[in-house]
């Protein structure tokens, strides 16, 4: 029968687009970003400006896996487990009925690949232009990593100055990249970088199973992330001290494989720009890192880039001698500053007119390095050499890692097995609360509820595996509950202790360049519907054609 009365599709389209408009307006508070990536793990972080539970889909191609998030509130970080090293996977958060966009991310490669990309950059979180156009060129770049060096959330480190300043320009490039961050002087503003800490998920490998300072593998690279803010006396006693961290650091590179080492902090040992070198950092952490071989040092602070010769001591290195050369990365967004005086005779290199970051490939013995402006214009370009040995052929299979006890209430005690691919091998252990251990099996007693992913490493000369579990820890015992979503913002008291909430609406960027926030309230996710509306429309699109 065909219809004689003209049917309007017009204030359907837009009675539909009203309803999908309220249903989806403030879901996500806050866009997904990768935390903890590793060969085999990632964890999916993301806030909701309402209550409700969330899901992360996830696969090769396909999102044919989910993951349930253990937080019932707006804070969740979901841990994907038992991924493949090296490659590609898709991803979408599912919230509230709504779904984010289809991302991809890749995992890190198998410890010692020899092929590592990523890029660095600091003194960029003001949320305003020109931060914007260094988010994008770096979202171009398709690097494995990024790496961050501070003052990433101008000028206080608050709540909204993370959300606004951080995560809402950066939005693009932190879903697809990992984020591994060292945090600066001006997150130490507000209760001494608390707040910043809070919001992120950071390897937490120092004995305080703290993530002020860190390391972590990626490929045949070594990364060592410190606080210089705790470095140079800005940090209270509970909270970090100088020697301690000199003591981990000694330790941690000490017991590294990986043919390259980089460290990245905020303050730089050498700088002829506004703020100058810290002569605590080089003079308390500078020999440490000579004597270990690191091969490149990565700072911020000073507004500008700078490049030093290879240093050693208090002196440019001397013929024979290995040095290391210093960089000042701090061309992210903030305001360039003038450079004052001459260049000193130890500077290779310095500018203050380009906005941009430092791009990073490390393939066999060789590391090349190239600062790019935003327009994609080279300012810099270097390169180190070293010889490796042969790479030893990687062993057949996988670690296993068996768990026994993956989920209990505090304190709780959990067992673990792990069974290399190859014979003669060390198997290490972090249980993702500070705690370590070495062995084959170990046992390890959790006293703080939470969501804790262990990792196992076994290693023979410079092979490595690893393998990673998911442990479970509540506060108290609720046997046989379904999860249920709550109607306020009170938590499950077997869901892991949320970080801090934040309030249901960001404020907007403080240059008034845009009000948008990240998620199905502005930008892609905005235009998602659900599911019943999509059939509903499709249905009048048929009707109409008929």
């Known amino acids: 029968m065909h219809r004689m009365t003209p049917f309007h599709l017009a204030p359907w389209v837009a009675a539909l687009m009203l309803v999908a408009s309220t249903a989806s307006a403030g879901t996500l508070y806050r866009d997904p970003y990768l935390q903890k990536v590793g060969p085999d793990t990632a964890t999916i972080a993301f806030r909701l400006a309402a209550n409700c539970q969330a899901e992360v889909r ?11 998030s253990q937080d019932a509130g707006k804070v969740h970080a979901v841990v994907l487990t038992g991924l493949e090293p ?3 996977y898709t991803y979408e958060v599912s919230a509230c009925g709504l779904r984010t966009p289809l991302t991809r991310f890749r995992t890190a490669p198998v410890p010692g690949t020899r092929s590592v990309h990523f890029v660095t950059v600091g003194d960029f979180g003001t949320g305003g232009s020109n931060q914007r156009k260094v988010a994008a060129a770096l979202v171009k770049r398709e690097a494995e990593l990024f790496v961050a060096l501070g003052d990433n959330a101008y000028a206080d480190g608050t709540e909204a100055e993370i959300q606004n300043n951080l995560f809402v320009p950066m939005e693009a490039l932190l879903a697809r990249v990992p984020f591994f961050a060292a945090i600066g002087n001006h997150e130490y503003v507000t209760n001494q970088g608390q707040p910043y800490l809070d919001n992120l998920y950071l390897p937490s490998n120092n004995p305080e199973g703290t993530e002020r300072y860190y390391s972590f593998d990626w490929g045949h690279v070594h990364f060592v992330a410190l606080d210089s803010n705790c470095a140079v006396g800005l940090a209270s ?17 000490a017991g590294s494989t990986q043919p390259w080492k980089i460290v990245f902090f905020h303050h730089p040992p050498w700088s002829s720009g506004e703020h100058g070198s810290q002569l605590s950092m080089r003079r308390h952490f500078g020999p440490i890192m000579e004597k270990y071989g690191v091969d ?3 700072t911020g602070h000073d507004h500008n880039y700078e490049r030093s010769k290879p240093m050693k001591g208090d002196a440019v290195a001397g013929s024979g001698e290995t040095g290391i050369p210093y960089l000042v990365v701090g061309g992210g967004g903030a305001t360039l500053r003038k450079l004052p005086g001459s260049k000193p005779d130890w500077s290779v290199i310095r500018d203050n007119q380009a906005y941009g970051f430092l791009d990073v490939t ?14 994609g214009d080279i300012v810099d370009r270097f390169t180190l050499r070293k010889e490796l040995p042969p790479q030893e052929q990687l062993p057949e299979g996988a670690l296993t890692l068996l768990v026994e006890g993956e989920r209990g209430v505090v304190p709780h005690r959990a067992f673990f097995r792990a069974t290399p691919s190859f014979e003669a091998a ?3 252990w972090d249980f993702g609360d500070g705690g370590a251990a070495e062995g084959a099996v170990a046992e390890h007693v959790f006293a703080i509820p ?9 290693t ?19 046997p046989g509950e379904e999860p249920q979503t709550p109607d306020s913002d009170t938590t499950d008291p077997g869901s892991p202790a949320p970080r801090p909430g934040l309030p249901d609406s960001p404020g907007p960027p403080d240059d008034g360049l845009s009000s948008a926030s990240g998620g199905c309230a502005a930008g892609p996710t905005a235009t998602l519907l659900p599911a019943a509306l999509a059939l509903l429309a499709a249905g009048l699109l048929r009707r109409r054609r008929k």
């Open 296 to 298: 490149l040092v990565l």
């Open 426 to 428: 060390t198997v290490t």
């Open 362 to 375: 490390v393939v066999d013995g060789t590391l090349t390095a190239q600062l790019l402006g935003v327009n």
């Open 86 to 88: 090296g490659t590609e």
């Open 58 to 68: 996830y696969g090769e191609g396909a999102t044919n896996q989910a993951a349930v």
């Open 237 to 253: 006693a509970d909270r970090c001290t100088r020697d301690a961290q000199k003591a981990w650091l000694e330790r941690d590179l």
């Open 450 to 458: 939470g969501q804790y992913t262990v990792t196992a490493t076994a």
């Open 460 to 478: 023979q000369g410079s092979v490595m595996q690893t393998a990673t579990a998911l442990v479970q820890v509540a506060a108290t015992e609720t």
